[in-house]
């Protein structure tokens, strides 16, 4: 057992390489990517956030090598119908693992496209927009496919080697993944004064550019106190700032990296199932619904302005949501009382297919991002 624990901890030591700088594409000297740049500086002066110009960026970028692989070098040349070629080009498009890219993806390559010939004919550079009538694909309507049960979680919880300094750093970080639903991006930019030690987190600039205010589960506050304390300092640096979870060289943890240790621990624990923090996502939401939570609050817990176009938003406090967590969380210090045949005496709502529809477009949206990540880093 022992030789297993320092194995894994031998894995969480290894530092990444330096990463090599992009190789030139050839269609980087398109004069497209003149108008593309300019669009790109328009949306980051108009306080679209990073990441979305990032995204905005691989969006256009792929659409121009598209263009240059059809000797397309000026914008007034494209038209609705060349536009419809590219949008069939991308329902048509396998990847190398020989599958199509998801609607989730085509809607993400497509949309900034839209975004980008708006300003185009706002900014007079084309004489009309030639995307207005491009018709998105429509997302199919599915349910989560993959849900850890309680029992699944608890034995991934139970991997981490919390003898060690960073066992304890990675079982904080997993218990507030599932304490708290937040993403993985999410996780890994919270800071130490995002953390109040008193049973809420704030999570700063979440998807769209909203801050949130999130309850925290006792148990998850207890490893957190305790990271936070006894193995934080310990990984302090200068360049360290204020992140909360930090590497074992005081760095703060990118999205991947993050997603690679959380995918080690489910392995360790037998778990195949694809996907990796957005599975404890899943599971804090699914959970709470069985034991009872209204849809509202596990809405406003995981940060969805909209559950579907039908329902509306509805605005509840931090002292009742955190109620609301603390009577319906699985992982809580207070054991839920059972009647006399062992069964659980708290009674099950049925999920919400809406909720859960949406938390499934985001594991997609997730997933696809890992692999745009994956396919770029191999270029």
């Known amino acids: 057992m022992t030789t297993r624990r320092n194995k894994k901890h031998r894995l969480w030591t290894k530092r990444a390489g330096p990463q090599k700088p992009?190789?030139?594409?050839?269609?980087?000297?398109?004069?497209?990517?003149?108008?593309?740049?300019?669009?790109?500086?328009?949306?980051?002066?108009?306080?679209?956030?990073?990441?979305?110009?990032?995204?905005?960026?691989?969006?256009?970028?792929?659409?121009?090598?598209?263009?240059?692989?059809?000797?397309?070098?000026?914008i007034q040349d494209i038209t609705l119908p060349i536009i419809e070629r590219y949008q069939q080009h991308l329902f048509h498009y396998r990847q190398k693992n020989g599958k199509p890219l998801s609607f989730t993806t085509q809607q993400l390559m497509l949309v900034p496209l839209k975004a980008f010939f708006k300003w185009a004919a706002r900014e007079r550079h084309i004489l009309s927009n030639p995307a207005s009538e491009i018709i998105l694909p429509k997302k199919p309507v599915s349910l989560p496919r993959y849900v850890l049960s309680i029992a699944q979680v608890e034995s991934v919880l139970n991997e981490t080697d919390v003898s060690h300094p960073t066992g304890i750093r990675d079982r904080a970080m997993l218990e507030v993944l599932y304490s708290t639903g937040v993403r993985r991006t999410e996780l890994a930019s919270l800071g130490v004064t995002d953390w109040n030690r008193s049973g809420t987190l704030t999570v700063r600039q979440g998807k769209g550019g909203k801050d949130r205010v999130v309850p925290v589960g006792a148990r998850a506050e207890a490893w957190l106190?305790?990271?936070?304390?006894?193995?934080?300092?310990?990984?302090?640096?200068?360049?360290?700032?204020?992140?909360?979870?930090?590497?074992?060289?005081?760095?703060?943890?990118?999205?991947n990296r993050l997603g690679d240790l959380v995918r080690r621990y489910l392995d360790w624990a037998g778990i195949t199932v694809?996907?990796?923090?957005?599975?404890?996502?899943?599971?804090?939401?699914?959970?709470?619904?069985?034991?009872?939570?209204?849809?509202r609050y596990i809405q406003v817990l995981l940060g969805h302005a909209d559950i579907t176009s039908t329902e509306i938003y509805t605005k509840v406090s931090i002292t009742k949501l955190r109620e609301i967590h603390a009577a319906t969380h699985p992982a809580r210090l207070v054991r839920v009382r059972r009647d006399?045949?062992?069964?659980?005496?708290?009674?099950?709502?049925d999920p919400r297919e809406g909720l859960l529809t949406a938390l499934e477009a985001e594991w997609e949206e997730d997933a696809d991002d890992v692999a745009a990540d994956a396919l770029r880093a191999r270029r």
């Open 225 to 255: 106190t305790r990271y936070v304390d006894d193995v934080r300092p310990e990984l302090v640096t200068s360049q360290s700032g204020d992140t909360l979870f930090l590497t074992d060289y005081g760095e703060a943890f990118n999205k």
């Open 340 to 349: 006399q045949d062992g069964a659980d005496t708290t009674h099950a709502a």
């Open 22 to 74: 992009d190789a030139p594409q050839p269609w980087a000297g398109n004069p497209l990517m003149g108008y593309v740049r300019a669009f790109l500086e328009w949306s980051e002066v108009h306080g679209f956030r990073p990441q979305g110009v990032v995204l905005r960026g691989k969006a256009l970028n792929r659409f121009v090598a598209w263009c240059d692989e059809r000797a397309i070098v000026r």
């Open 274 to 295: 694809p996907g990796s923090c957005h599975l404890f996502r899943h599971a804090c939401a699914t959970h709470m619904l069985e034991n009872g939570a209204d849809v």
